[in-house]
Nanobody, 128 residues
Framework: QGQLVESGGGLVQAGGSLRLSCAAS????????LGWFRQAPGKEREFVAG????????NYVDSVKGRFIISRDNAENTVFLQMNNLKPEDTALYYC?????????????????????WGQGAQVTVSA
C-alpha cells in the first residue's frame, strides 16, 4: 500500500514561486504514474499536472501551462511541482496522487478516479 506525504506549501505573494514535494513510501515508486490536483474553497478538486510512469510524458491544465513544472526523482521516491509566477487564483489545497502500473508507461492520467494513492494535501496561499 503506497503512502504519499506532501510538503513545501505556504504563503507567497503574487508573482512568487513555491516548490511542492511529495515523498512516497510503501510501494515501487518507479512503477507509478503521478499527478498533482488542487481544491480551492467551494470548488471541486481539479487536475493540475501529471507525469507518466516513464517520465517522458507530462500534461498540465491550461491555467498553469508555462508556469508549473512536474518532475520526479525515482532515486528519492519523490515527485515535485515547481510553481512559478503564482497568482491568487492558484490558492488551494494541493494533493499528489499515484497510480501503480505495469504497462502503459507513457500515459498521463488526468482523472481523480485514475489514481489509487493520495497524499493529505499541502496548502498554498497566494496573496495579491
Amino acid at each position: 500500500q503506497g503512502q504519499l506525504v506532501e510538503s513545501g506549501g505556504g504563503l507567497v505573494q503574487a508573482g512568487g514561486s513555491l516548490r511542492l514535494s511529495c515523498a512516497a513510501s510503501g510501494g515501487t515508486f518507479s512503477r507509478y504514474a503521478l499527478g498533482w490536483f488542487r481544491q480551492a474553497p467551494g470548488k471541486e478538486r481539479e487536475f493540475v499536472a501529471g507525469m507518466s510512469k516513464s517520465g517522458y510524458s507530462t500534461n498540465y491544465v491550461d491555467s498553469v501551462k508555462g508556469r508549473f513544472i512536474i518532475s520526479r526523482d525515482n532515486a528519492e521516491n519523490t515527485v515535485f511541482l515547481q510553481m512559478n509566477n503564482l497568482k491568487p487564483e492558484d490558492t488551494a489545497l494541493y494533493y499528489c496522487a499515484a497510480r501503480p502500473l505495469i504497462f502503459l508507461a507513457d500515459v498521463v492520467w488526468t482523472g481523480e478516479k485514475d489514481y489509487h494513492y493520495w497524499g493529505q494535501g499541502a496548502q498554498v496561499t497566494v496573496s495579491a
